[in-house]
């Protein structure tokens, strides 16, 4: 059941995380270093972009990334931030983010280090110049002793043992899941701390409400197409804001279906599995929703590559259950 946190009992993110560690027998508390450095780094992070008109850091550097699509200044600076805040993390062992080609190896398991945090430093940049919400998301996997550790850290998202993100839209929203359920926190800015809001979220069922970028619709396939011509039918309602984050948050809180499926140009789809499907799946599953490829769960997908992409749907049961009575 979902309950509302109030000013009469706050909670920190930090105190949150502890206590839910305390439930593990064993617990080391090493969870709670990493949730903290991410915290750290999205408050500046956050800070940057809504100083970044101000602070004249906004359009692009001028240079494409591992992905061929061009960087802008401020996904430069929030994967310094990232990299700078959780580099010196003693339990991290490997660090992987969209911006770069290859992951840093920072520690062996040996030398302690015991997970890999994967992410996405500043999702859905581009629309950072008209003021429109952009996040952060971020992945942790545990790392098995010995092997490779760039191997390890291709594991399948099921094997996640946090996934969250950050949205900057008119609140600072950080929302985390640890596989425990879905927990959302506000960054209270007077006090400069994430404050727990919402605990045990579920995605609401019976909203009848798309979100994918209808303007591709002709390089879909033909059960998409034929599930966007079913929309239109039945008093469906339209939201896409072109910010996977901002865009997810508010099917997360409200219900109904995200969609970025194949076009013809992205055969494979255009989101990357590893820090963007991947991690928003379990939150989305964890919130009692579903996330699919089309045809299986993303959290079962066998990723082959850092930078794989993946066709994503999803959201509440009953949304994408309707879009996949199309694609069978
Ligand atoms: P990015 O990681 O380069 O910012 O790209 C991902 C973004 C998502 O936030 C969003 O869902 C999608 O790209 C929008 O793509 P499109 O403009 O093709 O609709
Ligand atoms: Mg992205």
Same mark, same amino acid.
């Given at each position: 059941m979902e309950k509302r946190w109030t000013q009469d009992n706050l909670t920190s993110l930090q105190s949150s995380i502890l206590a839910e560690e305390q439930k593990h027998p064993g617990a080391t508390g090493e969870f709670t270093w990493i949730l903290s450095a991410i915290s750290l780094a999205t408050k500046a992070i956050g800070n940057k972009v809504r100083c970044a008109r101000i602070e004249d850091v906004i359009g692009e550097v001028g240079e494409t990334n591992v992905q061929g699509e061009m960087q802008h200044k401020l996904d430069v600076i929030a994967n310094e931030i990232i990299l700078r805040c959780l580099g010196d993390r003693e339990n991290i062992g490997v660090l992987a983010s969209e911006e770069n080609e290859t992951?840093?190896?920072?520690? *062996?398991r040996e030398e302690g280090g015991? $997970?890999?945090?994967?992410?996405?430093?500043?999702?859905?940049? *581009?629309?950072?110049d008209s003021s429109v919400g952009v996040g952060t998301i971020?992945?942790?996997l545990r790392l098995p002793d010995g092997g490779s550790r760039e191997v390890a850290m291709l594991s399948p998202g099921k094997d996640?043992?946090?996934?969250? $993100?950050?949205? $900057?839209g008119s609140s600072t929203v950080l929302v985390l899941t640890t596989g425990n359920g879905v927990d959302m926190f506000v960054l209270d800015q007077s006090i400069g701390s994430f404050v727990l809001v919402t605990k045990g979220i579920q #995605?609401?069922?019976?909203n009848k409400t798309y979100s994918i970028n209808e303007a591709y619709t002709e390089k879909f396939s033909k059960e998409i197409q034929q599930y966007l011509e079913w929309v239109h039918e039945n008093d469906y309602s339209s939201r896409y804001?072109?910010?996977?984050?901002?865009?997810?948050?508010?099917?997360?809180?409200? =219900? =109904?279906?995200?969609?970025y499926p194949p076009t013809k140009e992205k055969p +494979?789809?255009?989101?990357?599995?590893? $820090?963007?499907?991947?991690?928003?799946?379990?939150?989305? +599953?964890?919130?009692?929703?579903?996330?699919?490829? =089309?045809?299986?769960?993303?959290? +079962? #997908? +066998?990723?082959?590559?850092?930078?794989?992409?993946? *066709?994503?749907i999803l959201g509440s049961s009953d949304q994408v259950g309707a879009v996949l009575q199309h694609c069978s």
């Open positions: 992951p840093f190896l920072l520690r *062996s015991r $997970y890999a945090v994967l992410f996405d430093p500043l999702d859905g940049s *581009s629309n950072v971020f992945s942790v996640q043992v946090a996934a969250g $993100y950050v949205l $900057y #995605i609401p069922s019976g804001i072109g910010s996977m984050v901002a865009d997810v948050h508010r099917v997360l809180l409200k =219900g =109904g279906v995200f969609l +494979e789809g255009k989101l990357r599995l590893m $820090y963007e499907a991947n991690p928003m799946a379990m939150v989305i +599953e964890q919130a009692g929703g579903m996330a699919v490829d =089309g045809s299986k769960r993303i959290l +079962e #997908i +066998e990723p082959s590559g850092l930078h794989e992409r993946t *066709s994503v």
